[in-house]
């Protein structure tokens, strides 16, 4: 049995986990980052964790592991080992490879966390089998890992999978990247939770109010998918235009890329099914199609674990 180790960095936690080549997590460790420590402080608290793992594998026995994978939000020179920029982190133009390898006498694999669930899900989950498909990530922004033949593909200047920053709406919502009406903007969490909290003050007959008793702080994006699953006709309203934003930029994808598969995971994908039957109607509607083959829309199947198993494929592809 071969054993790697997965690290997922996130703006608020470190997860770590030692993975075996059938895709089980063995052993896992959690905790925060608090980035506002700086890189040294957070790196070194990773080190700390995969150094932990490494003994516990060895007084379980266990084979020693092959490599260490890292997964980390932003802009990532996988090759050169560097984190280009992550806003989340505060990191910039960082050799985060170099600090690890420093104290750790292992390979290092890293990628950003879409890419790296892009990976996880070609090894371990729904796209298991197939060369060509496009993992979409849905959380506090949108991101995606692109696989062709079988191969993560990263881009020219490492920038390729930006598809939140796709413009579905030309004067739409402000996005963090300065540009209005990007895909982000308009089907991320954040987009839900604004629909939400404007559904609170301006509809009094909605179940969000009921699931929220009333207070703007509890609305996130499962209330409002919770609410329109039980009929709520507000809720479903932010559901289905969310949804059919995201197909429309789905539509774009395939019809530039026309992969076998588009898998969408992260935080919102958690809505499963519901979510999927309703992203349908957008992406049919764009989605260019002659000869009646088209990409197939799937969930991801490796949920929380994501991050963890992606890092920890990254050195399989």
Not at 72 to 78: F, K, L, Q
Not at 151 to 170: D, M, Q, S
């Amino acid at each position: 049995m071969k054993t790697y180790i997965g690290v997922d960095v996130g703006g608020t936690g470190i997860k770590t986990g030692l993975v075996d080549d059938e895709g089980r997590i063995l052993y896992k460790t959690t905790k925060p980052t608090e980035v506002e420590r700086g890189f040294k402080e957070v790196i070194g608290d990773v080190c700390d964790s995969i150094i932990e793992l490494l003994n516990r594998a060895r007084k379980e026995e266990l084979a020693e592991p092959e490599y260490i994978g890292l997964g980390v939000p932003g802009t990532v020179d996988a090759e050169k080992g560097i984190v280009i920029y992550a806003p989340n982190l505060f990191w910039e133009n960082i050799s985060v490879k170099e600090a690890i390898s420093d104290k750790i006498n292992l390979p290092v694999f890293m990628d950003n966390d879409a890419n790296s669930a892009a990976v996880g899900e070609k090894i371990w989950g729904a796209g298991r089998g197939i060369s060509n498909f496009v993992c979409i990530t849905l959380g506090t922004g949108v991101g995606a890992g692109i696989i062709i033949n079988d191969k993560l593909y990263r881009g020219t200047f490492n920038n390729a999978g930006e598809v939140g920053h796709i413009t579905i709406l030309r004067d739409g919502p402000q996005c963090n990247c300065g540009k209005k009406g990007c895909l982000e903007t308009l089907v991320a969490a954040p987009a839900l939770v604004k629909k939400g909290i404007d559904a609170l003050k301006n509809e009094k007959d909605t179940l969000i109010r009921d699931l929220t008793l009333g207070e703007p702080i509890r609305v996130n994006a499962k209330v409002i998918f919770d609410a329109a699953k039980m009929g709520d006709r507000v809720a479903m309203d932010i559901v289905k235009e969310m949804a059919y934003y995201l197909g429309m930029g789905i539509a774009g994808i395939v019809n530039i890329l026309d992969p076998a598969a588009i898998i969408i995971g992260g935080g919102v994908a958690a809505a499963g099914n519901f979510l999927l039957s309703l992203v349908e109607e957008g992406f049919r509607e764009h989605c260019f199609n002659r000869n009646g083959r088209i990409a197939k829309v799937l969930l991801a199947k490796l949920g929380n674990d994501a991050g963890i198993m992606g890092a920890a494929a990254l050195g399989m592809i």
